[in-house]
């Protein structure tokens, strides 16, 4: 009577719940489980990879890659570039000299006897004053032995080249070739000058010419 009594009152009592297992038996995690210490919850999820000492480390090598680009920048502007400048400024002397003697070169050689004061015209402004002065002396007489022979010429450059140049004064090399026609008939001729140049106010000039053998 006594154990019957005793087994009725505890199964009237009230039982604890009991916690979930999962397939091996173990108990699953709850809600109020977090990760285990020294690991959060995003790399434990495997989320984000990125921290604030890696953000920071980042930052110090992106600063240290735009000092270098400075650095680099600045030596660019104070050791290259002025090398630059007077290599582009020695290519514009030479280009412009050799324009020069080749427009001489051309001028000398091209001529009518029906309009000989058009070579002296033509001529006049690509020379120096000194040597204007000495084409000045010379050039009536030519200009009278080119009316008398009924002298026509045309010339044309084939090859010119810098023996030298600086920022005021140059020697170019000119081959030419021209055809005169004339009272003695028409005759080839061909011509390989050193054409002396300096610069006037900006102006290459024809300071001298002479033949090259």
């Given at each position: 009577?006594?154990?019957?009594?005793?087994?009725?009152?505890?199964?009237s009592?009230?039982?604890?719940?009991t916690?979930?297992?999962?397939?091996?038996?173990?108990?699953?995690?709850?809600?109020?489980?977090?990760?285990?210490?020294?690991?959060?919850?995003?790399?434990?999820?495997?989320?984000?990879?990125?921290?604030?000492?890696?953000?920071?480390?980042?930052?110090?090598?992106?600063?240290?890659?735009?000092?270098?680009?400075?650095?680099?920048?600045?030596?660019e502007?104070?050791?290259?570039?002025?090398?630059?400048?007077?290599?582009?400024?020695?290519?514009?002397?030479?280009?412009?000299?050799?324009?020069?003697?080749?427009?001489?070169?051309?001028?000398?050689?091209?001529?009518?006897?029906?309009?000989?004061?058009?070579?002296?015209?033509?001529?006049t402004?690509?020379?120096?004053?000194?040597?204007?002065?000495?084409?000045?002396?010379?050039?009536?007489?030519?200009l009278?032995?080119?009316a008398?022979?009924?002298?026509?010429?045309?010339?044309?450059?084939?090859?010119?080249?810098?023996?030298?140049?600086?920022?005021?004064?140059a020697?170019?090399?000119?081959?030419?070739?021209?055809?005169?026609?004339?009272?003695?008939?028409?005759?080839?001729?061909?011509?390989?000058?050193?054409?002396?140049?300096?610069?006037?106010?900006?102006?290459?000039?024809?300071?001298?010419?002479?033949?090259?053998?």
């Amino acid at each position: 009577m006594t154990d019957a009594t005793d087994q009725e009152a505890r199964s009237s009592m009230p039982h604890a719940p009991t916690e979930p297992t999962g397939p091996t038996g173990s108990r699953g995690p709850t809600e109020e489980s977090g990760p285990p210490p020294g690991r959060d919850a995003t790399s434990e999820a495997g989320g984000s990879w990125w921290s604030p000492r890696l953000s920071r480390a980042a930052a110090g090598v992106l600063a240290a890659v735009a000092v270098l680009a400075v650095v680099a920048l600045v030596l660019e502007l104070v050791l290259v570039r002025p090398g630059w400048v007077e290599s582009e400024e020695e290519d514009q002397a030479r280009t412009e000299a050799v324009r020069a003697a080749e427009r001489f070169a051309v001028q000398v050689n091209n001529f009518d006897s029906a309009d000989v004061g058009t070579l002296k015209q033509s001529l006049t402004p690509l020379l120096t004053t000194k040597f204007n002065d000495d084409f000045e002396s010379t050039v009536d007489d030519l200009l009278s032995q080119v009316a008398q022979a009924k002298l026509t010429s045309r010339g044309e450059v084939i090859r010119s080249a810098v023996a030298s140049v600086d920022r005021d004064s140059a020697e170019v090399l000119v081959v030419a070739d021209a055809t005169a026609d004339s009272i003695y008939g028409k005759r080839a001729r061909h011509f390989r000058w050193s054409v002396d140049l300096v610069k006037v106010d900006g102006d290459w000039l024809v300071d001298n010419f002479s033949p090259v053998a």
